[in-house]
């Protein structure tokens, strides 16, 4: 009678709360675990995996493990096909079991081929996993489509604020491969629950949540707009006679797609500058800076507490951009970030002694907020200048090229430091990077076929993953 009561009340609060707050929820706790470690902490972990008496790793030998991400790259714009026919719900059913494998797999290695495996895992569950949100808060928002991105993607800086103080602790009671296959485990199970009970991905579940509710009137407009372009039964899965051909054949015809419709004009390759530039500051910068601060004699509790600081000021920076990207241009919002981290890493660069820790705060704040709005920015900016119809298409194209980056980055840097024992100059050539990603944002205007898409994003509404960010 009591259970039969709960369920009622369960149902009745989930009419009454518009379904796509739901999905947001359930975006914002999938991200908490799984970039608070491989993003947030990840430096943290190079510390102890240098230190520890099985592995005793040297920077440049860690870092070359990202190098997997190169071939691994080939797979995004199947990824992206995925979640233009599957949908970005079987999409994240397949991609985050292979990240709570991936810690697993991490916390149980002994040689190098084994984090090169679980980084590997990583990059396609993370793409599988995440690269859809765009699509989603596209599909279930409209007026407010900025906000809630930022909202959504505000569970990567939640992680940070949460693993920044709980990484160092769980360290010193169960050490780093405890930490980590726990988190592997837990982020499993709860986000698949999640996944399985709040997402929904199909037009007609937009329009049955939009019924009856005039302020989502909109939503509805695009959700039968989106059924009238039958954007699903257009595109076929390639079968798993060609599983293993897909992936090269997906790319190459995703790239003449883009090509075809007009989508690799200036301002896609624009947008890929500015984006390249961002992934840049994430594996240079976020990624090392506890073995950056180890070398100028910081400790990791505090480094734990930066990395704290740093993941609350990136929550705040999604939230602000968020907004912003409704009333500027995305583009605009995009440039403006590159440059707020430009001066976050300039005041990094002062961090030169544990007696500077008022710096190591203010680089934090700074660097934060320009740091974390890079996700909720980026996919906006792509809705706005190409439209939702094609957002896997040119999202996955666009991701296929930013994994490049990724696994160049880090193995130069930590060949860059090995050689001189400093981060600065990787540092500089990142803040350069980053002027140059802000003027390419600038230029980056939207085509006109996307403005006159029934699926595009109005002006002014902005336009994922990172990361992943």
Same mark, same amino acid.
């Given at each position: ?98 990240v709570g494998l991936a810690f697993i797999v991490e916390s149980m290695m002994t040689q190098l081929w084994q984090l090169w495996l679980g980084q590997g895992l990583l990059v396609v569950g993370q793409s599988a996993a995440f690269v859809g949100t765009g699509k989603l808060i596209g599909m279930w928002f409209e007026r407010d489509r ?21 990484? /160092? ?15 592997g485990i837990i982020v499993t199970l709860l986000n698949l629950v999640l996944i399985w009970l709040f997402i929904r991905d199909h037009p007609r579940d937009v329009l049955e949540a939009s019924d009856g509710r005039p302020a989502r009137a909109s939503e509805a407009a695009v959700a039968r707009s989106m059924l009238a372009n039958d ?59 506890? &073995? ?7 400790? &990791? ?16 920076? &999604? ?9 500027? /241009? ?23 002694? /544990? ?54 980055? /880090? ?59």
């Amino acid at each position: 009678m009591l259970a039969a009561a709960r369920s009622e009340g369960m149902r009745r609060l989930l009419r009454g709360v518009y379904f796509g707050y739901w999905v947001v929820a359930t975006l914002f706790v999938a991200e908490i675990a799984v970039t608070g470690i491989s993003f947030y902490s990840f430096s943290l972990f190079i510390r102890e995996w240098q230190h520890d008496e099985d592995l005793r790793w040297s920077l440049t030998a860690i870092n070359a493990s990202f190098w997997v991400g190169l071939p691994l790259a080939f797979f995004t714009p199947l990824i992206g096909r995925g979640i233009d026919t599957l949908g970005p719900r079987r999409m994240m059913l397949f991609g985050v079991p292979l990240v709570g494998l991936a810690f697993i797999v991490e916390s149980m290695m002994t040689q190098l081929w084994q984090l090169w495996l679980g980084q590997g895992l990583l990059v396609v569950g993370q793409s599988a996993a995440f690269v859809g949100t765009g699509k989603l808060i596209g599909m279930w928002f409209e007026r407010d489509r900025g906000r809630m991105m930022g909202i959504a993607l505000a569970g990567n800086n939640a992680g940070g604020i949460i693993m920044g103080r709980a990484v /160092p602790r769980l360290f010193d009671a169960f050490g780093w491969r405890w930490t980590l296959g726990g988190a592997g485990i837990i982020v499993t199970l709860l986000n698949l629950v999640l996944i399985w009970l709040f997402i929904r991905d199909h037009p007609r579940d937009v329009l049955e949540a939009s019924d009856g509710r005039p302020a989502r009137a909109s939503e509805a407009a695009v959700a039968r707009s989106m059924l009238a372009n039958d954007t699903r039964s257009g595109l076929r899965w390639p079968g798993l006679g060609g599983l293993l051909a897909a992936p090269f054949v997906l790319t190459l015809r995703t790239f003449r797609e883009v090509w075809t419709k007009g989508m690799a004009s200036w301002t896609f390759w624009l947008l890929t500058l500015t984006s390249v530039t961002s992934f840049v500051s994430i594996y240079a910068v976020l990624n090392q800076l506890g &073995k950056h601060l180890e070398l100028v004699g910081i400790d &990791k509790t505090t480094t734990g507490t930066a990395i704290t600081i740093l993941g609350a000021c990136g929550l705040l920076g &999604k939230l602000i951009f968020g907004y912003l990207s409704e009333r500027i /241009p995305s583009r605009v919002a995009f440039g403006t970030v590159c440059l707020v981290q430009v001066v976050g890493i300039a005041v990094l660069l002062g961090v030169r002694s /544990p007696d500077q820790t008022a710096l190591l705060w203010v680089f934090a704040v700074i660097y934060g907020v320009g740091f974390g709005a890079v996700g909720a920015v980026q996919p906006l900016v792509v809705a706005d200048s190409f439209g939702l119809l094609a957002f896997g298409v040119v999202f996955g194209s666009l991701q296929l090229l930013l994994r490049g980056v990724q696994s160049a980055i /880090p193995f130069f840097v930590g060949r860059s430091v090995d050689a001189t024992g400093s981060y600065e100059a990787a540092f500089v050539v990142t803040m350069v990077a980053l002027c140059l990603g802000a003027v390419s944002a600038m230029f980056a205007r939207p085509l006109e076929q996307a403005g006159a898409m029934p699926l595009a994003v109005a002006a002014g509404d902005g336009g994922g993953a990172a990361a992943s960010s």
